[in-house]
């Protein structure tokens, strides 16, 4: 396998992807480099921690044939990482064709010995037609096929383009046909006017469409994604390489990046940012400085490998939701595009069952996070409670976990034999029905939320959602719930609703545990009292 994963969270993933000059560790950003004109040299872009670079296979053959053939293409640009070629599809969208075929551009990428090669493709583009999308992806393919039978090295990695650009159902249905090729890499094109127009909701809808037909063990390349605000998004949906030149292309227009976006430099006073430019500049030096041009393009650089290094740790740590989350506050188009990632189904197959780390729920969205909907799933859909008489529903306690709280422990003790009959739940809010048997179990204790996602409303509705699926799906004769002012009211106001009022136990919080554990032990020993004197009146 060329490819390996080592840690995932939601569909990111780090992985291991072998190629001739070393191990390329993902995500990556590739940064796209000129074959014979270079504004930061290769050499310098290597030693700032890029170990892979992307150059144009296209424009090496026009330039620099010759020289590139005798001498190969790390030669040719000064790099001994690994070297990854773009084929000439970015201008045959820019300028409609090339002169060159299929072919040719097969056979020159094998002599050049690059370590990963791109098809001829023709990429799609946004504001076009669907009659022209269809030939885009008809064109591809066929190119891809011709690509496929005119390989000679098995030591050269293959990217196979995905097009259709944003109508969904050609990009399903060339995903499907490049998979029969069985490419090593495969790439998602056309997106770079779609992230230029900050059309992160329709993105989300382009790779999620893709992942949906990709095997899980080839890594997906986002074509010309380089922005601090898109890196983190695709590779929570499952993107793993990326390529940009936007670090020249933007220092060439003054804009500055920042973990949060670019900005202007006529805009700023100071430099927010600690990297070796920064730290030695001001910003009339990156405005008016003789070489002010490549040091904006160093920073942005920076800026672009600071990004990619976040989110390989918060892979690692169990927090790319969070990190995302913090990142989709940037921009207001970013934040639709996060709130959609409630529905997107493959950010469960990566995230960890059980992590290390508490889960942090700040926000209403965060009820639907991978982990809070599985744990409230596996509830609903594994276990069953059907032999129980009494479900004795206990407020969330800070106490943690319930199992072992001084509150169910002196309950436990006050019911004494009852207790058999007597199923016992903790209410958390977004996370649901807790039984006390798993109260220890990750994250029903490993959790910590703000009380704007306790109160929320929409949380609420969740919860009492499979407050009531556990009901209906188990009858049990009676129903207890206790609660507190400390209970958020939105949550109390729904339950009412569904409960009989003689379900409810309302318990001061700042009662002594053992008077609120005899209180509630006396409420359930009535219910079960009552019940069985209803059995034998009526018997």
């Known amino acids: 396998m060329a490819?390996?994963?080592?840690?995932?969270d939601l569909a990111g993933r780090i992985g291991h992807l072998k190629t001739r000059h070393g191990v390329l560790e993902t995500p990556a950003l590739l940064p796209v480099i000129h074959p014979t004109r270079q504004n930061i040299p290769a050499k310098r872009i290597q030693e700032l921690g890029f170990t892979a670079i992307m150059t144009n296979a296209y424009l090496a053959r026009k330039y620099a044939k010759s020289e590139a053939e005798a001498t190969g293409i790390h030669n040719l640009i000064g790099y001994d990482g690994i070297v990854m070629t773009d084929s000439g599809g970015?201008?045959?969208?820019?300028?409609?064709?090339?002169?060159?075929?299929?072919?040719?551009?097969?056979?020159?990428?094998?002599?050049?010995?690059?370590?990963?090669?791109?098809?001829?493709?023709?990429?799609?583009?946004?504001?076009?037609?669907?009659?022209?999308?269809?030939?885009?992806?008809?064109?591809?393919?066929?190119?891809?096929?011709?690509?496929?039978?005119?390989?000679?090295?098995d030591d050269v990695l293959w990217i196979g383009p995905i097009q259709g650009g944003k109508h969904l159902d050609l990009l399903k249905r060339s995903a499907k046909q490049m998979i029969r090729l069985n490419f090593e890499v495969y790439a998602l094109g056309s997106p770079t006017e779609v992230m230029e127009t900050y059309d992160f909701s329709l993105l989300v809808q382009m790779?999620?469409?893709?992942?949906?037909?990709?095997?899980?063990?080839?890594?997906?390349?986002?074509?010309?994604?380089?922005?601090?605000?898109?890196?983190?998004?695709?590779?929570?949906?499952?993107?793993?390489?990326?390529?940009?030149?936007?670090y020249i292309l933007y220092a060439?227009?003054?804009?500055?990046?920042?973990?949060?976006?670019?900005?202007?430099?006529?805009?700023?006073?100071?430099?927010?940012?600690?990297?070796?430019?920064?730290?030695?500049?001001?910003?009339?030096?990156?405005?008016?400085?003789?070489?002010?041009?490549?040091?904006?393009?160093?920073?942005?650089?920076?800026?672009?490998?600071?990004?990619?290094?976040?989110?390989?740790?918060?892979?690692?740590?169990?927090?790319?939701?969070?990190?995302?989350?913090?990142?989709?506050?940037?921009?207001?188009?970013?934040w639709e595009a996060y709130r959609m990632l409630n529905n997107v189904d493959n950010l469960f197959d990566g995230t960890p069952a059980f992590k290390n780390r508490a889960l942090f729920l700040f926000t209403p969205e965060d009820a639907n996070r991978p982990e809070v909907t599985r744990s409230r799933n596996r509830i609903t859909e594994t276990l069953s409670f059907k032999n129980v008489e009494l479900f004795l529903i206990l407020p969330d306690q800070e106490e943690k976990p319930f199992l072992t709280s001084q509150i169910y422990s002196k309950l436990a003790n006050t019911l004494g034999r009852y207790l058999k009959r007597i199923q016992v739940f903790f209410l958390t809010p977004g996370l649901g029905l807790t039984p006390v048997e798993l109260s220890d179990v990750y994250p029903f204790s490993q959790h910590l939320s703000s009380s704007d996602f306790a109160e929320s409303r929409a949380v609420s509705k969740i919860t009492v959602?499979?407050?009531?699926?556990?009901?209906?799906?188990?009858?049990?004769?009676?129903?207890?719930?206790?609660?507190?002012e400390l209970t958020p009211k939105p949550l109390v106001t729904r339950l009412r609703r569904i409960l009989p009022k003689n379900s409810l136990l309302n318990v001061a919080s700042n009662l002594h545990v053992n008077e609120a554990a005899l209180m509630i032990a006396e409420a359930a020993k009535g219910k079960l009292e009552r019940s069985r004197y209803d059995e034998l009146r009526h018997t």
């Open 207 to 246: 790779i999620h469409t893709v992942k949906q037909v990709l095997p899980t063990s080839k890594p997906l390349h986002l074509f010309g994604a380089g922005h601090p605000l898109t890196i983190p998004l695709a590779v929570a949906l499952g993107c793993d390489l990326f390529d940009s030149a936007s």
């Open 90 to 153: 970015y201008q045959v969208l820019e300028y409609g064709d090339i002169e060159v075929s299929v072919k040719e551009i097969v056979r020159f990428q094998e002599a050049i010995g690059v370590d990963i090669a791109t098809v001829l493709d023709r990429p799609t583009g946004l504001n076009v037609t669907k009659d022209f999308a269809l030939r885009t992806v008809e064109a591809t393919v066929n190119a891809s096929k011709v690509t496929v039978k005119s390989r000679g090295r």
């Open 3 to 8: 490819f390996e994963v080592k840690a995932s």
């Open 465 to 484: 959602e499979q407050f009531k699926q556990i009901i209906r799906q188990n009858k049990p004769r009676h129903t207890l719930l206790v609660i507190n």
């Open 252 to 334: 060439k227009q003054r804009r500055y990046m920042t973990p949060h976006g670019t900005e202007r430099l006529e805009d700023l006073s100071y430099l927010p940012c600690s990297c070796p430019v920064c730290c030695k500049k001001n910003p009339e030096d990156l405005k008016n400085g003789a070489d002010a041009e490549e040091q904006l393009a160093l920073h942005n650089l920076y800026v672009l490998r600071q990004e990619v290094q976040t989110v390989k740790q918060a892979i690692h740590d169990g927090r790319l939701w969070e990190h995302l989350g913090v990142k989709a506050h940037s921009h207001p188009k970013l």
